[in-house]
């Protein structure tokens, strides 16, 4: 049996074929329409209108520049939430390849994250522009902390990504039954609302869903400009590193029929 060392060593002979299905799916995933690449920003944007026309105005949500408030953990929840209702087909999104080539199979799911991670970063130009025509980049040294929470959201991604992937090749319904539990997820993570708001028998509970911590250190970092708590921090880091620990090692258990269930 393969050791983690060799297959980290495998994967990265194989970084080249990583970069073209990343290259691919950039340029695929609009292909065809009118608008094309656009649609990466204007996806995000009109859930930004929807969402602030809704707790703003309908629900009058007292929270000073809500739209502010809501966009800078709306793009990272984009990024995991597409991941998860889209990523988990990955591999059965390209079973023809998996039959016939040899390749490490982890090559599809991190191509897939990685891809749309770009997509974020490239989001998070707008989410920069905005904050300073707002007047909120008032200490810049706190983007320093930014780096350490994408890099634990990539993980407790991929991780995940990893396992629902996998599954998704012996059980197709796992694809459908993510897009469900994405959408309950989303309004069970403080992305539109302020953790603050949460009741507090019940912010332990909150604080079990891994993207807490991670939507509460983007809103401490990007809105209110401070560092956030070593508590959040550490969380966040158990979180991620589990979830990508997990997901390697069942990743790893499960994609030697991969082949003969596809």
Known sequence: METTLERIEEIY???EMIFTQVHRNLRGRYKGSALGFLWTFLNPLFQLIVYTILFSVIMQNKIEQYSLFLFVTL???IFFGTCMSEGSGCL???EDMVKKIYFPRE???ISYVVSQFINMLLCFIIVLVALLVAGRLTNP???VFLPLIMGIEFCLTIGLVFITSAWCVYLRDVKYMMTIITMAWQFMTPVMYSVD????NLVKIFYLNPMTSVIVAYRDILYYQQAPEIDTLIIACIMGIGSLVVGWHLFNKLKRKFAEYL
């Open 13 to 15: 002979a194989y970084r």
């Open 75 to 77: 793009i990272p929840w």
């Open 92 to 94: 059965r999104d390209m």
């Open 107 to 109: 090559v599809i799911p």
């Open 141 to 143: 040294a706190v983007f």
């Open 197 to 200: 708001m949460i009741p507090g």
